[in-house]
């Protein structure tokens, strides 16, 4: 089975910021959720992915091509969300189908409009009296009616009110219905990325912290919560993250390598990432050194 | 195909503007008919022309449109093609409309020769070939902030030079200078070209 992306050792400079050894791929047929706070390189990497940035190093697939090897078919097969709708503010969602019909050869007009329709989308509206739900509406119904196999979607949700976000969600739940599709979804909203995401890759400062399924996060993750007295019968082994908060220490584990005896909680996404970013790395000596000063 | 759907996009974004233009035109039209002087609306239709164009880059720009048509199947020569061909039409378009007005008007005052009229039309032409040929890269590389600093430079140089010329008329014979502008409508062309694929050649490298 071929993937619908794969990126092995991705590395992009950029002023203040840079990719480091980027690698993850994405399984055809199903969804990646692609999670990191803001500035983590999200964006970046996805820019990189479709060559609207030029990679420095390593490799990027689509569909089991490099981009150079055959740029137009593979883009063909793409359907692209930014955060924002990047096309000129006086056309109307109307007008933009005439030239879309003629980029793409496989253009489905009557969907096209079948989507505006059950989006509520004005199609005789200018862009720029569209309000930021609708023009993200718009944004993806656009992405979607060439009929891609692969959705890349930077951002689609943030901004939105939970119920925009959640027609948006069944929409693309909807595209997933076909075997062969994909989807890469960056989102700082973890909540969205629960709901349908089969992968979870995290990024932080420019380095892949992981790319896990999501079910394994979630139910061979757990958190521990107690005090840096208790936390030392946890075995060390065991310990992925850790953060302190003012009711004592929160520790991400691994379920099946801590006896049952102690009490562990199911995490959600955002803690996950929370106590990722904001966590200490170096837990043994935090540890002592928590013990030293109580002493 | 794909180059016909940019060239679209181009003309549904700038139908507006088009249309004030020409209606804007054709209030002109009436004025110089009155005042006789026709060949003034052909210079006016070009330089209508040449600032449609900086609208459409300037549209472009705005809207982040480049970031998203590098997504599509559009090869990024095409996209560069369009923004030439769309100079072209407005260009050539200008010209077109009012040749046989200014021909009638001619006809009717008979103020000059056949041959005098054409010469002036390959003349104005060539400069608004020369006109796209600087401004397109300079947009392309530097965007339209920028690039529109060229333009006053594109303008205000031939004003400064005309000193500078008059200054050198004095030892140049003026029938010698005019033999170049006969050779001007090539270099213009060989200029388009240049410019062309510097074009391609900056939008190739560039990151969105």
Not at chain 1, 123 to 140: A, D, T, V
Not at chain 1, 208 to 232: H, M, N, P
Request: aromatic fraction near 12%; charge should be neutral; charged fraction near 20%.
């Amino acid at each position: 089975m071929t993937n619908a992306i794969e990126i092995q050792k991705l590395r992009k400079i950029l002023h203040s910021f840079q990719l480091k050894d980027v690698s993850f791929t994405l399984p055809k047929g199903t969804i990646m959720g692609f999670v990191g706070e803001n500035g983590a390189g999200k964006t970046t990497t996805i820019k990189c992915i479709l060559d609207l940035l030029k990679k420095d190093n390593g490799k990027i697939k689509l569909f089991g091509k490099e981009m150079h090897e055959d740029e137009l078919s593979i883009k063909s097969d793409i359907g692209v969300v930014f955060d924002d709708l990047h096309f000129p503010q006086n056309l109307t969602a109307k007008k933009i189908s005439k030239f879309m019909a003629k980029v793409f050869s496989n253009w489905d007009d009557s969907y096209y409009f079948h989507l505006l329709t059950k989006l509520k989308v004005q199609e005789n509206k200018r862009i720029n009296e569209l309000s930021r739900g609708m023009k993200m509406k718009l944004s993806i119904a656009i992405a979607l009616s060439h009929h891609p196999k692969l959705l890349i979607l930077d951002e689609p949700t943030s901004g939105l009110d939970p119920i925009v976000r959640d027609e948006i969600l069944d929409i693309f739940l909807d595209f997933m219905q076909e075997e062969e599709h994909s989807i890469l979804f960056s989102s700082h909203i973890t909540s969205d990325l629960e709901k349908i995401a089969d992968y979870i890759t995290f990024i932080h400062e420019g380095k892949i912290l992981f790319c896990e399924s999501k079910d394994t996060l979630l139910y061979d993750y757990a958190i521990w919560r107690g005090t840096v007295e208790e936390s030392k019968d946890l075995p060390s082994e065991s310990i992925l993250a850790m953060r302190e908060n003012s009711f004592g220490l929160e520790i991400l584990v691994k379920r099946n390598e801590v006896s049952k005896a102690f009490h562990l909680y199911k995490p959600t996404i955002e803690e996950i990432m929370l106590i990722y970013v904001r966590g200490v790395h170096d837990f043994a000596g935090f540890v002592d050194e928590r013990l030293s000063n109580a002493q | 195909m794909t180059l016909r759907a940019l060239l679209m996009k181009d003309f549904l974004m700038l139908s507006k503007q088009i249309k004030m233009m020409l209606i804007l035109f054709a209030f002109f039209m009436i004025i110089s008919l009155l005042t006789d002087m026709t060949i003034v609306l052909i210079i006016f239709a070009l330089i209508f022309a040449s600032l449609q164009l900086t609208t459409a880059f300037a549209f472009d720009e705005m809207s982040k449109w480049d970031k998203y048509a590098n997504t599509l199947p559009i090869d990024r020569k095409t996209i560069v093609q369009s923004k030439y061909v769309l100079g072209l039409i407005l260009v050539v378009g200008g010209i077109l409309i009012f040749t046989p007005f200014v021909y009638f008007s001619n006809e009717f005052h008979s103020q000059v020769s056949l041959l005098e009229l054409f010469k002036g039309f390959v003349l104005v032409l060539s400069i608004a070939l020369i006109y796209i040929s600087v401004t397109i890269p300079f947009f392309i590389k530097f965007g339209t902030q920028k690039g529109r600093i060229i333009i006053f430079a594109i303008v205000f140089i031939p004003v400064f030079g005309s000193g500078f010329i008059q200054y050198f008329l004095q030892t140049i014979d003026v029938n010698q200078l005019m033999s170049f502008i006969d050779y001007l409508p090539v270099g213009a062309f060989i200029f388009l070209l240049l410019s062309y694929f510097v074009s391609v050649k900056w939008y190739e490298q560039k990151e969105f």
